[in-house]
């Protein structure tokens, strides 16, 4: 993929969202209309999202000091000069023109790009003006390094990364293990709303590493992300597709590192409120929702979408608060396949199930184990685990990351960057508590789950 200087920006599509219905339409949809199947807005993927700014960075490579290095992001992911980098971390580059690829060795270990292989939203390598570019994260996650990012002081400090976690709290399950379910929670980019935030830069590693520590131990686990955070009593609104900058290019990052780390990424909401309310603390659906049965169609479908827009294909849709009338549910199994929470046929509101609405089949996980509500609660939630097995319930909880951040702990020996996580902390405890049971969290797979 090719580009010149000039700054390069497609901004997104306008939704076509009412050329296709007439005004008797539109008055049906008011608040209080019912809907059938075939009124519902159809569902459009998002045509090629591509937004380039060129920036300027400070960039600590293993003590060498680059100074402002010009780099480019892509769609919020923060692209570096590959050669310059390349030798910064004390490697080589070289071009095979015959299979397309760059080579890459460092600390001899030798691994091959595809020279700008992107034709969708998620980015690798590109060239700008003749000179390669490649996505931080790939590049540094390939070799084993990761970053530290300094939003205030618009730098990235680049480690070579170490794992010090004693085998023995990294313990992995059978392979006869049962399936299990855990859902991180209100994963949100807010790292920008100083009036108060879980996702800080430094929190973004955080999170990078709670999801580490699970991908070490063998487990999968979902995000429940909002994807356009507001705090309007702030002012502040911060819609990742709109906002190019630093922080949202180290929120892109966690959630790349995430995905690709056993995490399944989908939406929970799309604002998570209304009105005064701040993502995560306000409603958005249910009986009091303000938004009329139309606009309520268009955030489940700019939901998606915004997904789709940084190449992540969302894998459930999460009411706020599970805050849904029977319609509102029904409307959501237009646009997806799993609702993670609970089925609305209360005989079925314990383990995951299935309904059938116009021909479409849409999967409830539910999560009767409920959730952990501090620190205090953890033996709580693990018997409610407990309960939950002798009861013959999926095994199923969510948790907000936020409760662990002060239990991981880093330690750098020159630019090499170990993390901690004590096994008293909330989630080895969980992972502990679930394998002993004869479980692992997984992912959900449909085919398992068919006669249900």
Same mark, same amino acid.
């Given at each position: 993929m090719y580009y010149n200087r000039k700054r390069y920006n497609m901004k997104k599509g306008l939704l076509k969202l009412l050329c296709a219905f007439g005004t008797a339409l539109t008055l049906a949809l008011g608040a209080g209309a019912a809907v059938y199947a075939a009124d519902y807005l159809p569902y459009q993927a998002p045509e090629k999202f591509v937004q380039m700014y060129e920036t300027n960075v400070n960039i600590d490579i293993m003590g060498n000091t680059k100074g402002l290095t010009k780099c480019w992001f892509y769609n919020n992911r923060l692209c570096v000069p590959l050669r310059s980098t390349v030798e910064a971390l004390g490697g080589t580059?070289?071009? +095979? %023109?015959?299979?397309?690829?760059?080579?890459? %060795?460092? =600390? +001899?270990? %030798? &691994? /091959?790009f595809k020279i700008a292989p992107s034709e969708g939203n998620r980015v690798t390598t590109l060239y700008v003006d003749g000179i390669g570019y490649m996505y931080m994260y790939d590049l540094l996650n390939a070799f084993d390094y990761t970053p530290v990012f300094n939003i205030d002081e618009n730098l990235v400090t680049i480690?070579? &990364?170490?794992?010090? $976690?004693? @085998? +023995? #709290? #990294?313990? /992995?399950?059978?392979?006869?293990?049962?399936? @299990?379910? #855990? /859902?991180?929670? =209100?994963? $949100? @980019?807010?790292? #920008? +709303?100083?009036?108060? /935030? &879980?996702?800080?830069d430094r929190n973004c590693e955080k999170l990078m590493t709670i999801g580490e520590y699970l991908w070490l131990r063998g487990q999968e686990y979902y995000i429940a992300w909002i994807p356009f955070y507001i705090n309007p009593p702030y002012g502040v609104s911060n819609e990742l597709t709109d906002n190019t900058n630093l922080y949202n290019s180290c929120f892109m990052y966690t959630m790349d590192f995430l995905s690709e780390h056993g995490g399944h990424i989908g939406v929970h909401g799309y604002t998570h409120q209304y009105g005064n309310s701040k993502s995560a603390d306000g409603w958005e659906w249910g009986i009091n929702t303000p938004y009329t049965v139309l606009e309520q169609q268009q955030r489940l479908i700019l939901a998606r979408q915004t997904a789709e827009r940084f190449g992540f294909k969302p894998e459930f849709f999460e009411f706020p608060h599970y805050g849904a009338t029977t319609e509102q549910l029904t409307m959501a199994e237009?646009?997806? =396949?799993?609702i993670y929470q609970s089925h609305p046929d209360t005989a079925k509101a314990y383990n995951i199930s299935s309904r059938i609405t116009d021909g479409k089949k849409t999967f409830y996980i539910p999560t009767p184990a409920d959730y952990i509500h501090s620190v205090f609660d953890a033996p709580f939630a693990l018997d409610r685990l407990t309960k939950s097995k002798q009861k013959g319930w999926e095994l199923s909880i969510f948790y907000h990351p936020a409760l662990d951040f002060n239990q991981i702990k880093y330690t750098n020996e020159g630019y090499v960057r170990s993390w901690n996580m004590p096994s008293d902390a909330v989630l080895p405890q969980l992972v502990n508590h679930i394998m002993g049971m004869g479980y692992t969290f997984d992912k959900f797979d449909a085919a398992k789950y068919q006669n249900r």
């Open positions: 580059l070289q071009s +095979d %023109t015959d299979t397309g690829e760059f080579v890459i %060795t460092i =600390d +001899d270990v %030798t &691994k /091959r480690y070579k &990364k170490e794992i010090k $976690m004693p @085998a +023995d #709290l #990294l313990q /992995r399950p059978g392979e006869v293990a049962q399936s @299990a379910y #855990l /859902r991180l929670e =209100d994963i $949100m @980019a807010d790292g #920008l +709303d100083y009036s108060g /935030r &879980k996702y800080s237009k646009y997806y =396949d799993v």
